[in-house]
């Protein structure tokens, strides 16, 4: 096992930027997931750790190693990728010591390293059988046996889980967490899916752009995002925005442009004057009569819950709340805000006061 630190990392393709400067500093044993909309440069960003693409500028460690010019079989990482390419004429035990076989490893270390790795995936039944005869969730922990058996300093995963369905993902995603609470490898897990970054990262490193927005644990991120950015992007459905600005003479006061008042958690002089977004999470709201006026537009029951798209405030929002409630489209509700719960933001820099 081993830390990972980037140092002001930068990459460009051609004259293209594409990492602009990156500093991450990864602790031994973390779980740590790269998270960002398609293209903000997290392939990238574990390419050039795995040392398939070489780095612009900056500095990349593995230990107390600087790897910049390490060729990857030297780096001691082992990758999965989404498209975790099985061999097909091999079975899985094969397929799984493969990269032992390759370095002259002896039969005796072989089923040393394989059969407990197999055991921990629940894959020991598995062994002699080949990929065709497996379902995804299981080729995926083959995949994943074949990293194993390598016992890498660190494990790179790149969105292992994009091609499962649904319930499979969720699955997995215990799994992973599992084998991590087990052999405790520093794990670079990339995903664009916020709820598995959510659920099993230690750190989150939100990206966007080829820039690091904020770095944190999960409910740091949702409870304290630096940005509009990243208080758009962690929490699903995303938190509601509402623009306006707040009274000059009262900063607890927001005042929405449809002239809806709004209670402010920490108001300060500084809001006053300035163009400012208002942060609401969908399930920072209850209903109250005495609360503001909510047009229902459509609503959602998933059981346990009712997701409202509505009209508050001038703004489209989405409220969930844990119980049923009995609205239409067209219908207008009142709710309360958990001030607790809302951020206000710069319009112009976007940055939470
Ligand atoms: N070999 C390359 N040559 C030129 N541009 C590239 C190359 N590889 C990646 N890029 C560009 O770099 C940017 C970042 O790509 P990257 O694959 O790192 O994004 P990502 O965050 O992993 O996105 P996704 O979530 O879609 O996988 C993209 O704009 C991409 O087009
Ligand atoms: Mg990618």
Redesign the pocket.
Known sequence: MASVEFVNVKKS??A?P?IKGVDVQIDDGEFVILV??????????LRMLAGLENITAGEIRIGDKVVNQMPPKERDIAMVFQNYALYPHMTVADNMAFSLKLKGASQATIDERVRPAAEILGLTHLLQRFPRQLSGGQRQRVAMGRAIVRDPQVFLFD?PLSNLDAKLRVAMRAEIKELHQRLKTTTVY?T?DQIEAMTMADKIVV?HDGIVEQIGAPLELYDQPVNLFVAGFIGSPSMNMIKGRVDTADASRFIAQDGTVLPVRNPADSMKGRDLVYGVRPEAMRLDPAGVPLQVLVVEPTGSETQIMAKLAGADVTCVFHDRVAARPGDTLHVAIDTNSTHIFDAASGLRL
């Open positions: 393709f051609g293209q594409i960002g909309p398609s293209g903000c440069g997290k392939s990238t960003l969105e990339v664009h990206m």
